[in-house]
């Protein structure tokens, strides 16, 4: 338990679907991160939240939609999907990166397993 | 664009065996960080490192990062079945880009009982 929560785990979804991503995180951190994991390739950076603002996309199709309602709520958005975007999207959350502290921890979510029919 | 490169990709070892793992770039890193994932979960952070030739030890892993703050190691002594999992480093940027981690592919680590 890394104190990051992702609902669902498992999600199915066709290309005409609408589904949406939840992420909490219960520790205190002030900065969350959407990142992707496919198969061989390294975990990318999609988004990136910062005090609630939006700090970094990483050229991230429209038909993802990230939002952060609060430092301890992350939501990633998805609409029109490709099969192309099956994948592991993970949550993870860390201290103000810019508050002083001279390295960044991250701390990750279990993840949710997207499959695009 | 920074680059770290993890060797090897694969790794299947008997239970007791020791094993070394390496992380690479071109790029001067602030710190970096060594991550373990198991199947279907997320990375699970094991250490950061942040001074040029800093090793850190818990308990049966090593890790080591380089002089140049461009590379590191993990040394695993004992292997048990336990340790198996992708192994990920990650390193972080200076200054106002240190909240950015670029990843390596990882290693996956396979100790067989």
């Known amino acids: 338990e890394t104190g990051v929560t992702q609902t669902p785990r498992h999600l199915v979804m066709g290309m005409t679907n609408k589904k949406s991503l939840k992420c909490e995180q219960h520790l205190g951190h002030n900065a969350m991160y959407w990142y992707k994991q496919s198969a061989k390739k390294p975990l990318e950076l999609m988004f990136v939240y910062n005090f609630k603002e939006q700090t970094e996309n990483n050229s991230v199709p429209s038909r993802f939609s990230p939002e952060c309602p609060n430092s301890s709520h992350l939501f990633l958005h998805l609409h029109t999907l490709q099969p192309e975007d099956s994948a592991l999207y993970l949550c993870a959350s860390s201290q103000d990166p810019g508050g002083g502290q001279t390295y960044n921890e991250q701390f990750f979510g279990p993840g949710t397993r997207l499959t695009v029919l | 664009t920074q680059l770290l490169e993890q060797s090897p990709q694969f790794l299947s070892i008997q239970e007791g065996e020791n094993l070394t793992v390496y992380c690479n770039s071109s790029?001067?890193?602030?710190?970096l960080q060594w991550y373990r994932q198991e199947p279907g979960e997320g990375p699970v952070l094991l250490v950061t490192v942040v001074t040029g030739g800093e090793v850190k030890k818990l308990k049966r892993l090593t890790f080591q990062f380089g002089d140049a703050r461009k590379d590191s190691s993990l040394h695993i002594t004992a292997a048990q079945p336990g340790d198996t999992g992708l192994y990920l480093c990650a390193g972080a940027g200076s200054g106002g880009s240190n909240y950015k981690l670029t990843f390596g592919k990882g290693t996956l680590l396979t100790v067989n009982p």
């Open positions: 790029s001067v890193f602030s710190s």
